[in-house]
């Protein structure tokens, strides 16, 4: 495998937080603390605003992209909302009691893929919002992924569990991942934070962290590599206590699998993971990343959170008012 | 009289006294029957995600607010059993205090010192337990409840001194070494027991050492305690309680709480750790908030069906509240500039919410508290007068509560003459 070789491009500052970004061809769609998805178009290498996507409640905490323009999100509310070119195209209030954490469109477009705090993972007709199956699960769902065939899904919960799921919505297997979860005093920390499958789906990547510490959450962000039948192939620590969460991350076209890692305020990383080890064979500083979408083969775009977004008491802004952190998309190319 | 002073007096005749001087300070000259609970939050609850949500604001976070049992009063959607309680509950919601670092705030909130009056004031808990004293003969007046180590917390008395030191049940466990050894016999004990007072007396008179009197008390009260370890036994807590209160270490502590407050021991602290959420805060809040809204929904619960509102003060607190900026780690830091604390019973009128934010949350609007008028309202809910009674240091006399601050009269069914 070749070391990719990552390189920084101007950023692009955005007017508030956001929590999730995800992509399909040349559209990208940033998820915000406002209810509001932010859309871009890639054009000649460079972001172009496309417009907003409104009518979600509390933070848009994933999105879909689909064929066509086609947006799909869901909230912290419950709420999932799809729109075309920024107009409304269905709405399901209430989808969930609670939390919807993860949104995944199957590769051919049709199908959306729903999960999050309730257990429930949800299968919805793209284009109409239709529920088509709902499956309990149980836990708190935080990753999902689409296998790249279309014909089997891969949810991943807070304590560690994989469970896997035909396109129909039936339970095919299960499995635990150790290392994932840890109960610290009163709190629950952990979880699996990203599955994506590999080439040819004969490898599931599974990463988040190894807690450590609850409260603060010092945790060491974490890689494993499954065959998926859950055996486990590599399994690699990114970093140290403070380096926290994988929480993001796509497949390269060559091969290897893109991550990004974010803990205490001011650290992070985009990493290069070697799929013959599990382990970084390149890496590139970024600050607080939370959010990763890959632009072929070389380019990714990566979410973050404006550097010194944190500290204790008052912090002013050059007005004396306080300030705000706002998100930063930052496109890094790749050679 | 000279609290501070070496004089040696007996544990049983110093503490019948305390208590007939409380009595006499309470209202109505009768002894009094207040009793306190604290519930301390160690690290900083965020007031957005429990008493002061802001849903849609920038800084509001992914959370909802609710309604609660009082129309118009909205908790975040984190506290749905406590918000079935509201009606009992005062939230003051315009706390705005000196300190964002724990090694200064944790201090000065429990010493309700507001700005620092250069002397080491005791905690809440620890001066309480000095002006009310023990409510039930033989009872310890002031224990805390803590996850760890147990054993007698001296840091918290401050100039009161070692004797007056609350007795903390590590993981809510009997004292260490509670039991007499099975090798010597009850007369053997009372023999070294003595010879230990003695010992101590001469020491005392030596060494001018506080300590020296916390110890020999110590052994003192574990004949007390040793009568009733059913108190300070969780495994004896009843199962079909400790569902309700939940089965995790802050839920089995306040249970606990409430049965020795039942017993008669006046002042009780409960001690929770791990609210500090720098990071991942909003998960984190979906882990913590749930682990506090049962118990306390459940206590709230028990104490007004036995009638103990009436004279038990329930305060939640910590020692700052959480930023509205929400940071790199998708947490919250400190933030002293506007929070909440909660409180019910013993004579605070409930089913408010007093004081106000701006609509992010980022200040009081209008008139802001400080700690020093949390504890010149909560004496006076424990009819203690911060205006007729003060501590006295080597012939200096001090104060209950800050004199920049005063009771806030909106808390209070009886507010004292000097409160606004």
Redesign the interface.
């Known amino acids: 495998m070749k070391t990719a070789v990552f390189k920084g491009l101007k950023p692009l500052n955005l007017d508030?937080?956001m929590?999730c970004l995800a992509s399909r061809g040349d559209l990208l769609a940033a998820g915000g603390?406002?209810?509001v998805a932010r859309l871009f178009r890639l054009e000649s290498r460079e972001l172009k605003e496309a417009g907003t996507c409104s009518g979600l409640?509390?933070?848009v905490?994933c999105l879909a992209c689909g064929e066509g323009g086609l947006v799909a999100g869901a909230?912290?509310?419950g709420n999932a909302m799809a729109w075309r070119g920024g107009k409304p195209l269905w709405s399901r209030k209430a989808l969930s009691p609670t939390?919807l954490r993860k949104a995944a469109t199957s590769p051919d477009g049709a199908t959306l893929a729903l999960a999050g705090?309730d257990g429930t993972l949800r299968l919805l007709a793209m284009d109409s919002g239709a529920t088509r199956a709902e499956l309990p699960i149980g836990d708190?769902l935080m990753a999902l992924a689409w296998s790249r065939d279309g014909k089997k899904l891969a949810v991943g919960g807070l304590r560690g569990g994989v469970t896997i799921v035909g396109a129909g919505g039936a339970k095919q297997a299960s499995f635990e991942v150790p290392g994932f979860f840890k109960v610290?005093?009163?709190?629950?920390?952990g979880?699996i934070r990203v599955l994506e499958w590999g080439p040819g789906d004969s490898v599931l990547a599974a990463a988040g962290a190894e807690p450590v510490t609850?409260?603060?959450?010092?945790a060491i962000p974490k890689v494993v590599l499954l065959a998926p039948g859950g055996k486990v192939l590599h399994e690699s620590k990114l970093g140290t206590e403070k380096d926290?969460?994988a929480l993001a991350g796509a497949w390269h076209p060559e091969g290897w699998l893109a991550l990004v890692v974010?803990?205490?305020?001011?650290s992070?990383k985009l990493h290069q993971v070697d799929p013959g080890t599990g382990k970084p064979a390149g890496s590139l500083a970024v600050?607080?990343p939370?959010g990763l979408a890959l632009g072929g083969a070389d380019l990714a775009f990566v979410l973050?959170?404006?550097?010194n977004?944190?500290?204790?008491?008052?912090?002013k802004d050059d007005k004396g008012g306080?300030?705000?952190?706002h998100s930063v998309l930052s496109g890094i190319t790749i050679s | 009289m000279n609290f501070l002073s070496e004089h040696r007096f007996s544990r049983r005749s110093w503490l019948a006294g305390m208590a007939a001087m409380a009595g006499g300070l309470a209202r109505g000259n009768t002894p009094s029957d207040k009793q306190l609970l604290l519930i301390w939050l160690d690290g900083g609850l965020s007031q957005l995600e429990s008493w002061d949500p802001k849903p849609g604001t920038r800084f509001g976070g992914p959370f909802r607010s609710i309604p609660t049992s009082v129309t118009g009063i909205r908790y975040s959607e984190m506290l749905p059993l406590t918000a079935r309680h509201a009606d009992k509950i005062a939230v003051v919601r315009n706390m705005s205090t000196q300190d964002n670092s724990h090694s200064a705030g944790v201090a000065r909130i429990q010493r309700g010192d507001p700005k620092n009056r250069g002397v080491d004031y005791p905690y809440l808990n620890v001066a309480a337990g000095r002006w009310l004293g023990p409510k039930a003969a033989g009872m310890p007046a002031s224990m805390v409840i803590k996850p760890g180590n147990g054993g007698f917390l001296v840091s918290e008395t401050g100039f009161l001194g070692a004797r007056h030191a609350s007795l903390a049940l590590g993981d809510g466990k009997p004292p260490p070494l509670l039991d007499r050894s099975a090798d010597i016999t009850a007369a053997e004990d009372d023999a070294r027991l003595s010879l230990r007072d003695t010992l101590d007396r001469i020491g005392a008179k030596a060494r001018g050492s506080s300590l020296a009197v916390a110890n020999s008390e110590t052994y003192r009260l574990a004949e007390t305690l040793r009568s009733r370890r059913d108190l300070f036994d969780p495994s004896r807590l009843d199962a079909k309680s400790v569902e309700r209160y939940g089965d995790w270490d802050l839920g089995r502590h306040i249970l606990q709480a409430r049965g020795l407050l039942e017993a008669g021991v006046r002042i009780v602290k409960v001690i929770s750790y791990g609210w500090d959420s720098h990071g991942d805060h909003f998960n984190g809040s979906m882990s913590l908030m749930p682990k506090l809204d049962r118990p306390l929904s459940a206590l709230l619960e028990d104490l007004s069906a036995r009638g103990m509102l009436d004279h038990v003060l329930v305060v939640v607190f910590s020692e700052f509240g959480r930023t509205p900026r929400i940071n790199g780690h998708l947490g919250r830091d400190h933030w002293p500039e506007a929070w909440s604390v909660a409180m019910a019973g013993a004579g605070i009128i409930p089913g408010q919410a007093v004081g106000e934010t701006t609509a992010d949350g980022v200040e009081v609007k209008g008139q802001a508290f400080d700690i020093g008028h949390m504890f010149h309202t909560w004496f006076a809910a424990l009819g203690v007068s911060t205006s007729a009674v003060h501590y006295e240091q080597n012939g200096q006399p001090l104060p209950l509560a800050h004199e920049g601050t005063h009771a806030v009269r909106a808390l209070l069914r009886r507010p004292p003459e000097h409160a606004k």
Not at chain 1, 184 to 189: F, K, S, T
Request: aromatic content about 12%; cysteine-free; glycine content about 20%.
């Open positions: 508030s937080q929590a603390f406002d209810g409640s509390g933070w905490t909230d912290s509310q939390w705090r708190d610290v005093r009163l709190q629950e920390v979880g609850g409260g603060f959450v010092e926290g969460f974010s803990g205490q305020p001011g992070g600050v607080n939370h973050t959170t404006n550097a977004s944190s500290g204790n008491g008052r912090v306080y300030r705000a952190n």
